[in-house]
């Protein structure tokens, strides 16, 4: 027995060395890389990590074959809690073999994302902390597996990335107007999740949204939620983690922060029907009636609130395509190059050059990207670091011979379409490539890093343009806006957009739908005037 377990005991322990350890910074909302590609595969590989050695732990020898470690009052609370946990275990097997095949796909949509974090921040959590409390783990004395387990429960996600989430759920219902019944069924443009979301789940965007004030928004959670309770049977009402009486009073106090007392009054006293005896209900019934009479007394009725969007929330909510005319299309040469040219706005002068770049230079030099910013995001074998919000391509560097090649066409074509938009000397900054997720990407709030300033040219001049390539499209949203002109510019695979951040500074890129947009941004620098230009009098 005591050479089994000593056996037993070797292979965990080299068992453990092969798990990476996937236990990672938290990466802040406003720094715009939360929801980016390689933040999201960090946190499906932690899941990955998770269900492995989850796998490892409920092995009969470990969790359970030993009669002496079955005996105690918590055998009852263990069992329990054991099946719950591998009914999650069973579950997330199902997902991820759904999921593995096309992962960039799988990770695209917002309700599996949500759904992701969800189960890490709570579901997960709570089964590793059974495990590691259980007296049967404790006795096994293996300690590579209890680092690497406490490991991995401190980088799991929490309440914070969850409730990000679901902030980027509310913004983009606001922006692109998602129905909150298909987001619901997992209904996001053409893609449909996994599984849609449950009533609880529901509940909790629900109270999410009402806690940060998204009131409007809240109540038409609230009304998809109190819909379906009414098609359940009271057995099903029983399972949920709510009452009926819990989606009426937060109602009550979304319809109230909305100033429209009436409804606020009006759905109490359906709470009170309901429960009488409900003392919350009693007292806000009188609080409301005061306040309704008070109202009507006055002379004042209830007004509709109407939600407020920033500049940037509305250009991305009426982004479209533009109408092409001739006065502001037209073909331009350089050499022997031709290019199809768009003016967007004049002053600032914003122009857009379409079919820059081919399909192939434009693919490669994104898959470099991606593949180098997850370098730099597992540089350390057991540890994720968040890359940064960059990756800098410099053509000398480049490891692969078809990306230096592609690399070559890219900076040739820029170098053409320099000479047509700037006639002054120029200096160049570094070409670096930037990866726009479901949060969007604000620009203005990485000038330093991407070199958009004049304080990172040689001679501090006044004037920096940029190029944008778009490296992909995008099934919907992604769209480039100027917010201080009022320009919203769509993603066109291969095609190239020129602006100057110095006369345009808030400049960002809208919530991408549908996989993730990859750029490649190039800023120029104008060099002081040192010649005479035809605007120029002569004596």
Same mark, same amino acid.
């Given at each position: ?14 068992c ?27 946190y499906?590989?932690m ?8 796998d ?5 020898d ?10 105690g009052p918590e055998v009852a609370?263990?069992a ?12 997330t ?13 799988f990770l695209?949509h917002p309700?599996?994302?949500? @759904? ?13 902390n ?5 007296e049967?783990?404790?006795?096994w004395?293996?300690?590579a ?12 996600p929490?309440?914070?990335e969850?409730?990000h989430?679901?902030?980027?759920l509310a913004q983009?219902?606001r ?5 909150t019944?298909d987001l ?20 909790n ?15 038409n ?16 009402k029983?399972?949920l983690?709510?009452n ?7 109602q009550?106090?979304? @319809?109230?922060?909305?100033?429209n ?7 109490t006293?359906k709470?009170?029907?309901i429960?009488?005896?409900c ?11 005061k ?10 009725s209830?007004?509709?609130q ?6 940037y ?5 009426r ?6 005319s ?16 768009e003016?967007?706005h004049?002053?600032?002068?914003v122009?857009?050059?379409h079919?820059?770049i081919?399909?192939?230079?434009a693919s ?22 968040t ?6 391509l ?9 990306a230096?090649?592609?690399m070559?066409?890219?900076?040739k074509?820029l ?5 047509i938009?700037?006639?002054r000397?120029a ?14 990407? @604000? ?17 501090k001049q006044?004037?920096?343009g940029?190029?944008?390539v ?6 919907g949203?992604? @769209?480039?806006?100027l917010q ?14 020129f ?7 808030a ?7 549908g996989?993730?947009?990859w ?21």
């Amino acid at each position: 027995m005591k050479l089994l377990r000593s056996v037993q005991l070797f292979l965990l322990v080299v068992c453990c060395r092969h798990f990476t350890s996937c236990s990672g910074a938290y990466v802040d909302k406003h720094d715009d890389r939360f929801l980016s590609d390689v933040n999201l595969e960090h946190y499906y590989v932690m899941e990955e990590d998770a269900l492995s050695k989850a796998d490892v732990m409920l092995r009969d020898d470990i969790m359970g074959a030993d009669d002496e470690f079955q005996k105690g009052p918590e055998v009852a609370t263990l069992a329990s809690n054991l099946t719950e946990f591998k009914r999650l275990i069973n579950e997330t097997k199902i997902l991820h073999r759904l999921a593995g095949p096309n992962l960039p796909d799988f990770l695209a949509h917002p309700i599996n994302v949500y @759904h992701l974090l969800s189960r890490l921040a709570t579901r997960w959590k709570a089964g590793l902390n059974m495990l590691m409390r259980a007296e049967q783990f404790k006795r096994w004395q293996v300690p590579a597996m209890v680092r690497r387990l406490q490991k991995l429960n401190e980088g799991l996600p929490g309440v914070a990335e969850t409730s990000h989430v679901i902030s980027y759920l509310a913004q983009l219902q606001r922006i692109y107007g998602i129905r909150t019944k298909d987001l619901a069924m997992g209904k996001v443009k053409d893609m449909t999740s996994l599984k849609p979301l449950t009533l609880d789940e529901q509940m909790n965007i629900a109270k999410r949204l009402h806690d940060t004030d998204e009131m409007r928004l809240a109540l038409n959670w609230l009304g998809a939620i109190a819909d379906s309770l009414t098609r359940l049977s009271p057995a099903q009402k029983e399972e949920l983690s709510f009452n009926e009486t819990e989606v009426y009073h937060m109602q009550a106090s979304s @319809h109230y922060n909305l100033k429209n007392t009436q409804q606020a009054l009006e759905i109490t006293e359906k709470i009170l029907k309901i429960d009488p005896s409900c003392q919350v209900a009693q007292q806000n019934y009188k609080f409301f009636k005061k306040k309704a009479d008070r109202r009507s007394a006055s002379g004042f009725s209830d007004s509709v609130q109407v939600d407020k969007m920033s500049r940037y929330q509305r250009l991305c909510s009426r982004a479209a395509p533009r109408k092409l005319s001739k006065r502001k299309c037209r073909v331009v040469r350089d050499g022997l190059k031709y290019y199809k040219m768009e003016s967007v706005h004049s002053r600032p002068e914003v122009v857009l050059f379409h079919d820059v770049i081919s399909d192939k230079v434009a693919s490669t030099l994104r898959e470099y990207a991606q593949n180098k910013q997850r370098d730099q995001a597992w540089s350390m074998k057991d540890k994720f670091r968040t890359p940064s919000i960059n990756v800098e391509l410099v053509l000398s560097k480049l490891t692969r011979v078809h990306a230096r090649r592609e690399m070559r066409q890219l900076q040739k074509h820029l170098t053409n379409l320099a000479r047509i938009m700037i006639r002054r000397p120029a200096s160049w900054a570094g070409l670096q490539v930037v990866n726009v997720g479901l949060e969007g990407l @604000h620009l203005f709030r990485h000038t330093n890093r991407l070199q958009l300033t004049p304080s990172k040219a040689k001679y501090k001049q006044d004037n920096v343009g940029a190029f944008l390539v778009f490296l992909n499209g995008s099934m919907g949203g992604g @769209h480039a806006v100027l917010q201080k002109i009022g320009v919203s510019v769509s993603p066109e695979k291969g095609s190239v957009l020129f602006y100057y951040p110095s006369e345009t500074r808030a400049n960002s890129f809208c919530p991408v739908i549908g996989g993730s947009l990859w750029v490649a941004v190039q800023p120029i620098y104008e060099s002081p005037r040192d010649f005479c230009e035809e605007k120029d009098e002569w004596d």
